[in-house]
């Protein structure tokens, strides 16, 4: 059994949104025609409070995309983006989400991030979608979305770890590429066992 894993596409990931990423919302045609075709469709949505700990806003004297230290590591600091219940936080609206059986939200708790479908970014707590993937018998995954260098790869790389058969269609992904992070994710992705399409 086979599912399409569709990574976060919303109004704020999208152009015109608070974390643009370029040309997101070109992908949402293939997306769409892939879904149409997929055996299991899961959606993830970024979901964050007002004051989540990942927002520059939140920490003084700090810009974002700028790099702290978090108990669990290294965290980018974004411009507030996909806030719960807000239009930014929305599935572009061409997407076509009646496909989906299972919407995992993440990043809802205030003190982590979360990048990954599988695992907030402390990679220890899990969102329950392998839970789900295995009670359904789900062991092949494709995924798309954005973006290509953070939550499509960090989701990706936890498939492949969880011995998912892993395949990440580049063309139906875009990237933010924040100082050299797409070459770097495709490498992660690779030495994981990803497959790139």
Known sequence: MSALIVIDVQNDFCPGGALAVPEGDKIVPGINALMAEAGSVVLTQDWHPADHSSFASQHDGQEPYGLIEMP????VLW???????SEGSAFH???TTDRAEMVIRK???????SYSAFF???HETPTGLEGYLRT???TTLTLVGLATDFCVAYSAIDAAKLGFDVTVRMDL???????GSLEAAKQDMAQAGVTLA
Do not use: T, W
């Not at 411009?79 to 219940?85: A, K, L, R, Y």
């Not at 990043?107 to 991030?113: C, N, S, T």
């Not at 992904?173 to 100082?179: D, G, K, Y």
């Open 72 to 75: 669990y590591g290294p965290q």
């Open 79 to 85: 411009p507030d983006h996909c806030v719960i219940g």
């Open 93 to 95: 609206r061409d997407l």
């Open 107 to 113: 990043g809802f708790r205030r003190a982590i991030d």
């Open 120 to 122: 907030e970014n402390d």
């Open 136 to 138: 359904r018998g789900i």
């Open 173 to 179: 992904c875009r990237a933010i590429n924040l100082n």
